[in-house]
Structures are given as C-alpha cells and as structure tokens.
C-alpha cells in the first residue's frame, strides 16, 4: 500500500537501468581508464580530482563512454507502455538523471513510441540547479512540473534515488529487475521487480469513478483477507454473491448486504429484492432482513414512513422477516440510501457453489437482461427521454419493469433442479461485468455468442439515444445459470413452464478465467466496463 493516500500527480524517473535496461553501462571500464575506485561513484570521483583540465578531460572520457553505451542500449520491459498509460491518465513525467542529456537523447532514439518531446522535464548531470542524486534535485524538479513533492514518485534502481526522494518527500519506488541477488539495505516506499507493476501503485492514489469497486482491486484487496474461521465456507471474493457459514453438521446459513444508492422511487422494495436475490443465487431461502436507512437533511419523516413501508411490503412478498436496523438522517448523503443486510437458510447438500462448474456446462440468462437499468433510466431520467422524442406511454412501460426485478421463482427452480452447478445475480456493471465475475468465481473460461444476449427493443432504444451500453447497464431481474449438459433441457423446461423466458448464451470452456466472445461465428472483443453505464448519467 502507499505510506498514506496520496494522489500522484508526477513521476521522475532515473534513467539507466530503470528505463532502459540495466547492464548496458559496465562502469568497471570507465573507472579502470579514469583511475577511479571500483567502490566509488564515478561523479564524485571526477568531482573530486585536483585540477579543472583533469576535471574536463575525465568528464569527455565519461560522455564517450555513456553515448557509446547509449546507443547500445534498449527500453527496460514495460518502459514504453508505462509512459503511454501515465500520458493516458493525465499523470506528468519526468527523467532525472546523473547522465548527460546527450546520452539520453540518444538512448531515447531505441524507443519506439516514446521520445524526449513526451517527457514533461529531462534534467541531467548538465543542469547546475539540480544535482542529482540529492533531495534539492527533486525539489527543483518538482518546482517545474508544478507538483508538490508529497504528489511526485520516483522510480529508480539505486539507493541514491530512493535516499533523494525520501528527503525531499516524495513517494519512492524501488525497481530491482527481477534480480534474485540479495536485496541491499535500500529504504523505499515500494519494491518492484518491473514497470508494469508500477500503474497498480498509482492508482491506489488516484479518485475512483462512481460505482463498485473495479474487480481487479477488489481482488487484490480481499486476497489480503484471512479467514481463519473453519466454519465459513464461501468466503469474500470476486463473483461470490454471498458468503456461507456452516452450522452443525448439515445447516447452512448465507449472507449478503448490499445498498441501494441509485433509485430514489421504491428505494424499500429494491433494497429487498437485490439482495433476496443474491440470497437465492446460493440455492437458500432468504429469512431475516435488516436494513440502515440514510437519509439526507431536509427529508420529512412521511418520506421516511414511506419508506420503512415499503420494505415491510416487500419482506412479506417474499416471506421474509424485517428484524430492525438504522435509522439516520444525514448530510453525508444527498440522496436517499438504503444498505440491507439478509440471512438465509438452506442445506450443505443443496448449496449451489460456482467452484462447481465444469467444462461443457450450457451458461443460460432469464427474462431479458437491463430490465433494472430500465426502469431506473425511465424513472430518473424521463424528462431527458421525452425531449428525445420517447413518449409519455413508453416510458412509464419501462418504468413497469421493476416488476421484474425478482430472481427467486426462477432461482427456486434451478435449486431444485438436478445438473445445476452455479448461478449469478446480474447486477451493477450488467451482464458483462456478471459473466465475467462468473468466470472468476468458477474459475472457468466461458464461450459467449452476444447474438443470443436478450435485450428489450426499449432498453436498446434508450441506449442509443442516451450513449450507453446494455450489457454494462444494471439488471437486477436476470439469472445467470450454468447446468450440466445433459440436464439443460430439464432446466429449460421447468423454468418456461413458470412463464420465465431462458435463453442459452454460452458454454463454460476450460478451467482459468475470461470470456470468449462471438458475434455471429466470429470472433470479437468482450466489452468491459470500469463503471455501471448508469453511472455516467448521474455525473453528467
């Protein structure tokens, strides 16, 4: 992690074995022709002779040498995609070095898609106002890019970079290229074995967009979790819709909680039903609600009423018990917000675990997928709908499809149905983010032909006219089930014959992880969304 939650803004970087490749310079030449010790650093050891022509005439043997060697030299592994990805992001860059500019210059012409007009400051040996290695150095280069040092990274590979930065205060980062040597006594912030690693530091510093948690941080975060109690048996991981824990010798009971942050119509019954239907997606029967209500300054308490209503509404639809909670009014929220928290019951034996899935199980969605998203749009959004030229009639249909938010009839189903290896509640980042969650949590590859993904002709019109994609879009209301082949058949009967629509839109391929998209045989890009599409209409 970082020492603390800081932003970068900047990244300074030496230059010789850590943006290219270390080994290019063999300093023991240099120091045999000039009469340096092996044990001294070059520059301080020219500093150091006793006349200027000596000075001078060391100093030309040292640039010979390092432009020889620069043109010699080649990018270090990930250099050039860590430079476009720091342009990508906003982030500014620098290169502060103890070679001369000239032999940076030339160093640079080996790079393919970097050049020095990309860096935002080059300061070398050749600049009396930064000397390098020392802190006034990176002060004078953060002083440039207009970047505090608190903000600023250094990356590097010898202890006096990561010294330097310290004492001016910057963020240091130690790369030791993969060597398997001993580590030296090298105090850094971070150690890094290569500059790919180094965009996972930097984001853990910069803001988030609204909606989850990207996947692949909140991996990375939970593998930092222990679970040392024997008796949980799903635990927290991404895909995991609930977590399990064992009870005696053949019960089961299920946990979830999630919140309701985007709706502000019917904010009780959603709270319900999302998170009943992660319940179900683990075979168990939802039993025992609580829920935190936040509401923002100025809510009356009818508003309130209304709410706890509905969700005592929505817990007896569903035979479930509202057994108490939080009730808060506060300006750390502006809008309503409804966090549940659900227990359910069911047998070790009838347990639905994703880690069962196997190769050749069919993949099915139910109902039509962004129903949620829908709903939410027409509900939220109608005003922009209608100056779209979407009629009044229209949109309050698509504000009827929360009625179909519910998975439990047809999760019920597959519970009880034989073949049945892993379901998944689609939810925030839709159907693509859920596929690929399922992947993760089975940790099986998934074959998916997006021709057969169902989509309401409304919830594809609004996604045109609003410039947002259904399969990122929210979709509470879908079921992703995988069933062994030989039994899908069953599966599909029981489901249609309680009037849910089921469609097959894939198959689980070999073990490992991500989806194998195809778009009428042929084979395509699977779209991936940082945020829920819905998301981006509530910012703009």
Same mark, same amino acid.
Request: proline share 6%; glycine share 8%; aromatic share 6%.
């Given at each position: 992690?970082?020492?603390?939650?800081?932003?970068?803004?900047?990244?300074?970087?030496?230059?010789?074995?850590?943006?290219?490749?270390?080994?290019?310079?063999?300093?023991?030449?240099?120091?045999?022709? @000039?009469?340096?010790?092996?044990?001294?650093?070059?520059?301080?050891?020219?500093?150091?002779?006793?006349?200027?022509?000596?000075?001078?005439?060391?100093?030309?043997?040292?640039?010979?040498?390092?432009?020889? #060697?620069?043109?010699?030299?080649?990018?270090?592994?990930?250099?050039?995609?860590?430079?476009?990805? %720091?342009?990508?992001?906003?982030?500014?860059?620098?290169?502060?070095?103890?070679?001369?500019?000239?032999? +940076?210059?030339?160093?640079?012409?080996?790079?393919?898609?970097?050049?020095?007009?990309?860096?935002?400051?080059?300061?070398?040996?050749?600049?009396?106002?930064?000397?390098?290695?020392?802190?006034?150095?990176?002060?004078?280069?953060? /002083?440039?890019?207009?970047?505090?040092?608190?903000?600023?990274?250094?990356?590097?590979?010898?202890?006096?970079?990561?010294?330097?930065?310290?004492?001016?205060?910057?963020?240091?980062?130690?790369?030791?290229?993969?060597? /398997? &040597?001993? *580590?030296?006594?090298?105090?850094?912030?971070?150690?890094?074995?290569?500059?790919?690693?180094?965009?996972? @530091?930097?984001? %853990?510093?910069?803001?988030?967009?609204?909606?989850?948690?990207?996947?692949?941080?909140?991996?990375?975060?939970?593998?930092?979790?222990?679970? &040392?109690?024997?008796?949980?048996?799903?635990?927290?991981?991404?895909?995991?819709?609930?977590?399990?824990?064992?009870?005696?010798?053949?019960?089961?009971?299920? @946990?979830? *909680?999630?919140? +309701?942050?985007?709706?502000?119509?019917?904010?009780?019954?959603?709270?319900?039903?999302?998170?009943?239907?992660?319940?179900?997606?683990? #075979? &168990?029967?939802?039993?025992?609600?609580?829920?935190?209500?936040?509401?923002?300054?100025?809510?009356?308490?009818?508003?309130?009423?209304?709410?706890?209503?509905?969700?005592?509404?929505?817990?007896? !639809?569903?035979?479930?018990?509202?057994?108490?909670?939080?009730?808060?009014?506060?300006?750390?929220?502006?809008?309503?917000?409804?966090?549940?928290?659900?227990?359910?019951?069911?047998?070790?034996?009838?347990?639905?675990?994703?880690?069962?899935?196997?190769?050749?199980?069919?993949?099915?969605?139910?109902? !039509?997928?962004?129903?949620?998203?829908?709903?939410?749009?027409?509900?939220?959004?109608?005003?922009?709908?209608?100056?779209?030229?979407?009629?009044?009639?229209?949109?309050? !249909?698509?504000?009827?499809?929360?009625?179909?938010?519910?998975?439990?009839?047809?999760?019920?189903?597959?519970?009880?149905?034989?073949?049945?290896?892993?379901?998944?509640?689609?939810?925030?980042?839709?159907?693509?983010?859920?596929?690929?969650?399922?992947?993760?949590?089975?940790?099986?590859?998934?074959?998916?032909? %997006?021709?057969?993904?169902?989509?309401?002709?409304?919830?594809?019109?609004? #996604?045109?006219?609003?410039?947002?994609?259904?399969?990122?879009?929210?979709?509470?209301?879908?079921?992703?089930?995988?069933?062994?082949?030989?039994? *899908?058949?069953?599966?599909?009967?029981?489901?249609?014959?309680? #009037?849910?629509?089921?469609?097959?839109?894939?198959?689980?391929? /070999?073990?490992?992880?991500?989806?194998?998209?195809?778009?009428? /045989?042929?084979?395509?890009?699977?779209?991936?969304?940082?945020?829920?599409?819905?998301?981006?209409?509530?910012?703009?």
């Amino acid at each position: 992690m970082l020492r603390k939650p800081t932003q970068i803004k900047a990244v300074l970087f030496d230059f010789d074995g850590t943006l290219t490749r270390p080994g290019t310079l063999d300093f023991t030449r240099i120091k045999a022709e @000039l009469g340096c010790p092996l044990d001294q650093p070059v520059l301080e050891f020219i500093q150091g002779l006793p006349t200027a022509v000596l000075r001078q005439k060391a100093l030309r043997a040292l640039d010979r040498f390092e432009t020889a #060697g620069a043109q010699n030299s080649r990018p270090n592994h990930g250099a050039e995609d860590l430079l476009s990805w %720091l342009q990508e992001h906003d982030i500014r860059s620098g290169i502060i070095s103890r070679n001369s500019l000239r032999s +940076i210059k030339t160093a640079l012409q080996n790079f393919k898609t970097i050049g020095p007009a990309d860096f935002d400051l080059i300061v070398s040996r050749d600049d009396p106002l930064a000397p390098k290695p020392s802190p006034e150095g990176v002060l004078w280069a953060c /002083s440039q890019l207009g970047i505090a040092p608190g903000e600023t990274m250094l990356v590097g590979d010898f202890v006096f970079d990561m010294e330097a930065g310290q004492r001016a205060g910057a963020v240091t980062v130690l790369i030791d290229n993969g060597s /398997s &040597a001993p *580590s030296s006594p090298v105090s850094s912030d971070h150690n890094v074995s290569c500059l790919s690693e180094v965009p996972k @530091l930097i984001r %853990l510093g910069l803001p988030l967009a609204a909606g989850k948690l990207p996947n692949d941080m909140l991996e990375d975060f939970l593998d930092h979790i222990a679970i &040392a109690d024997p008796s949980v048996i799903v635990w927290p991981g991404v895909g995991e819709d609930t977590a399990a824990v064992k009870v005696g010798d053949q019960g089961v009971i299920t @946990l979830k *909680s999630d919140p +309701i942050t985007f709706v502000t119509d019917a904010i009780g019954y959603y709270a319900v039903v999302i998170n009943a239907n992660d319940i179900a997606t683990s #075979g &168990a029967t939802p039993r025992w609600f609580l829920a935190t209500l936040l509401f923002p300054p100025q809510t009356t308490p009818a508003e309130i009423r209304i709410t706890m209503s509905e969700l005592q509404a929505a817990c007896r !639809q569903w035979d479930i018990t509202l057994c108490g909670g939080h009730t808060e009014i506060t300006d750390a929220v502006t809008r309503p917000v409804v966090t549940g928290m659900l227990v359910g019951t069911v047998t070790r034996a009838r347990l639905i675990d994703k880690r069962r899935i196997k190769p050749g199980d069919k993949v099915f969605v139910t109902k !039509q997928v962004a129903v949620e998203g829908t709903a939410i749009v027409a509900q939220e959004f109608g005003d922009d709908l209608q100056h779209l030229g979407v009629s009044k009639n229209a949109i309050e !249909q698509m504000r009827t499809f929360k009625k179909y938010l519910s998975i439990i009839p047809e999760a019920g189903i597959a519970a009880r149905t034989r073949g049945v290896s892993a379901m998944h509640d689609i939810t925030e980042g839709g159907i693509a983010t859920a596929l690929t969650e399922l992947s993760i949590a089975g940790k099986h590859r998934i074959r998916v032909d %997006l021709n057969t993904i169902p989509i309401f002709p409304e919830t594809a019109k609004i #996604g045109r006219l609003l410039g947002i994609d259904p399969l990122g879009l929210i979709a509470s209301g879908s079921l992703l089930i995988c069933c062994r082949a030989k039994d *899908s058949q069953r599966l599909v009967q029981r489901i249609r014959q309680a #009037g849910i629509e089921i469609t097959c839109v894939g198959e689980v391929l /070999s073990p490992g992880r991500g989806i194998e998209a195809f778009r009428k /045989s042929r084979k395509v890009l699977w779209p991936s969304f940082d945020a829920d599409e819905l998301t981006r209409l509530f910012i703009t």
